[in-house]
């Protein structure tokens, strides 16, 4: 029975140290990018117009949602309007001027042959997606490497999230499906 319990015991160590070493290594993989500068990358709005970022966020905080496959834009999806909420949606009555002054840019990225696709993913957003929130939402075409290089984005089924500071540098990264938790871990790092 003793000998029972010991395998048990070691299985179950074996199993919380993978665990261990998996969160402290997706911590790590993000913990790399932190400091870094956010790599130039011009993006277009469903209007054609051109956002260079992070040139043209400057000045203010930025929270950048990027996907490069259809599953991860239907996770990023799930950002949409916790996002909104928080950080866009302008406070009214008493509440009025207590918002968040950040740029949120969700970004859809197609590329190799996918990047011609754009046009009809433009189309598809003016048709389906809230109007108010139209204007935060940016379509990057062109290549990925360098960009899965520099912010180490290598699962493509998952959004990855930056937060830039006025700068441009990236002060907070996560990735994956929406939780609470990130949402908090957001607006930390912008309050800091």
């Given at each position: 029975m003793r000998m029972g319990y010991?395998?048990?015991?070691?299985?179950?160590?074996?199993?919380?140290?993978?665990?261990?070493?998996?969160?402290?290594?997706?911590s790590l993989s993000h913990a790399q990018v932190i400091g870094k500068q956010f790599?130039?990358?011009?993006?277009?709005?469903v209007e054609d117009k051109k956002v260079n970022l992070p040139a043209?966020?400057?000045?203010?905080?930025?929270?950048?949602?990027?996907?490069?496959?259809?599953k991860s834009e239907d996770e990023l999806n799930t950002?949409?309007?916790?996002?909104?909420?928080?950080?866009?949606?302008?406070?009214?009555?008493m509440m009025?001027?207590?918002?968040y002054d950040v740029n949120v840019?969700?970004?859809?990225?197609f590329t190799g042959v996918n990047a011609a696709a754009t046009g009809t993913a433009k189309k598809k957003a003016i048709k389906n997606v809230d109007p108010a929130l139209l204007p935060n939402i940016l379509f990057?075409?062109?290549?990925?490497?360098?960009?899965?290089?520099?912010?180490?984005?290598?699962?493509?089924?998952?959004?990855?999230?930056?937060?830039?500071?006025a700068d441009g540098k990236i002060v907070y990264a996560t990735s994956g499906r929406f939780t609470e938790d990130k949402l908090d871990e957001i607006e930390e790092s912008i309050e800091d």
């Open positions: 010991q395998k048990a015991n070691k299985t179950n160590m074996k199993n919380l140290l993978v665990l261990v070493f998996l969160f402290a290594f997706g790599p130039d990358m011009e993006a277009e709005t043209d966020t400057k000045g203010k905080y930025t929270l950048l949602g990027l996907a490069y496959s259809k950002w949409f309007s916790p996002i909104y909420n928080k950080f866009v949606r302008k406070a009214t009555g009025a001027g207590m918002g840019y969700f970004v859809p990225m990057y075409k062109g290549e990925l490497k360098s960009y899965k290089e520099a912010l180490d984005f290598e699962k493509k089924d998952i959004p990855y999230f930056f937060v830039l500071d």
